[in-house]
């Protein structure tokens, strides 16, 4: 947005205009959140991530009240226009035109951009509601372009801090709690979602100094799925990626919550394994059935391949081995088809030039099982 806005007396450019909105919604919802108690308050409590309620916090959670015009009308006292809130996405217009909030009667999380600027928020309702809903795209608003904690977590990054990419906002809390409980130097940062973006990936590089990232994404089938696509950006941009495997049925928040949960997560953040080796074998379970024949084998072999592709080079001569026990071939073979695969993934990077910027890489579909 290159056009000036006027508000307050202040002549400011656009995309400061839409920041300085954003800054201010950020104050209005922690407020709503720290002045009196209520659902938002007894969840957090009950999670166990009330060191968030803290004035002194360096995570601005907030409340979004259960109002249709609660922040409309508090920036609007602040000499902020109706324009300047719909091009924030900070409210919307109703079919009958009324100007109301975007967020009602959410937990407020802010998402930061490249500059660590608040620039959306992802809303976490209750009951019958969406889950998460996010701000919709704006001139400096795009999902796939930011990251909730960035900007929390930010000094920890730059000191080396390992980060850990979880799902939800409220992961990212749990990481935070456990990181401060233990000393261990975890940042915790939330997607908001289970797609990762290349842009995503280079915007937490970006800030990040550690070469090493962990994901905890959710304990169950969809979870590892979403880890396992994660592996494509991140292996371009960290030189290790590390998988958190939790329990069945459980995210980094429920987990730090539940009987035991402090060391229960902790255990899983510290005795993380390689992702691509979680990938693998989540691949290799999936032939499981037509192991018995060498046709079989050889196709399972070149399903995995292209994640092998991925590993640190100095891993890589193991892994040949390690697949040659497993499926029951030999060395020279499972090397000649790395090395054809190998081929594969530079050609198709090669293309990629004129790809989507968002695309990953896949390995082979698995067998009609």
């Known amino acids: 947005m290159d056009a000036t806005i006027s508000a307050g007396g202040r002549a400011v450019s656009g995309r400061a205009k839409l920041i300085e909105a ?20 007894e969840y957090l409590r009950a999670r166990r991530l009330d060191h968030v309620l803290a004035w002194n916090s360096s995570w601005p959670v907030g409340y979004a009240p259960d109002a249709w015009s609660g922040l ?24 009958n035109g ?15 951009d490249r500059a660590a600027d608040g620039v959306g928020f992802v809303g976490r309702g209750r009951g019958q509601l969406v889950r998460y809903l996010n701000t919709p795209t704006t001139p400096i608003y795009e999902k ?11 000094k920890l990054l730059t000191r080396g801090g390992i980060p850990v990419l979880v799902e939800g ?34 915007l937490l590089k970006h800030n990040a100094t550690s070469d090493i990232v962990i994901v905890a994404t959710d304990g169950d089938a969809a979870g590892r799925s979403a880890a396992i696509r994660w592996l494509g950006p ?13 329990p069945a049925g459980h995210d980094p928040s429920s987990l730090f919550a539940s ?91 090669a293309q990629a030039v004129t790809a989507s910027p968002n695309a990953v890489d896949h390995p082979p579909p698995s067998p009609d099982l």
Not at 22 to 41: I, N, Q, T
Not at 100 to 107: E, P, S, T
Not at 275 to 299: F, K, N, P, Q, Y
Request: aromatic share 6%; charged share 25%.
């Open 22 to 41: 954003h800054r201010e919604a950020a104050a209005f919802y922690r407020r709503a959140l720290l002045s009196k108690p209520g659902w938002p308050v």
């Open 72 to 95: 409309i009308d508090h920036l609007r006292r602040k000499g902020f226009d109706d324009k300047v809130m719909l091009d924030a996405g900070l409210a919307k217009v109703t079919h």
């Open 98 to 112: 009324y100007v109301i909030d975007q967020f009602k009667d959410r937990l407020m999380f802010v998402a930061h």
């Open 144 to 154: 796939s372009k930011t990251l909730v904690g960035l900007g929390e977590q930010r």
């Open 169 to 202: 906002p409220t992961d990212a809390l749990a990481v935070d709690r456990i990181s401060r409980l233990t000393r261990c130097g975890w940042a915790g940062i939330a997607v908001a979602g289970t797609r990762l973006s290349v842009e995503q990936s280079n």
């Open 234 to 246: 991140l292996s371009a941009t960290f030189r290790e990626v590390l998988c958190a495997e939790l």
């Open 259 to 349: 009987e035991y949960g402090a060391d229960r997560l902790s255990r899983a953040l510290s005795f993380a394994r390689p992702l691509v080796d979680v990938a693998i074998d989540t691949e290799l379970s999936r032939w499981s059935r037509v192991l018995d024949h060498i046709s079989g084998r050889v196709s399972a072999l070149r399903a995995v391949l292209p994640l092998v592709t991925k590993m640190p080079k100095d891993r890589v001569a193991a892994e040949v081995i390690r697949l040659s026990r497993l499926l029951q071939l030999d060395e020279q073979t499972v090397s000649r088809e790395l090395l054809t695969a190998v081929s594969a993934v530079s050609r198709h990077r």
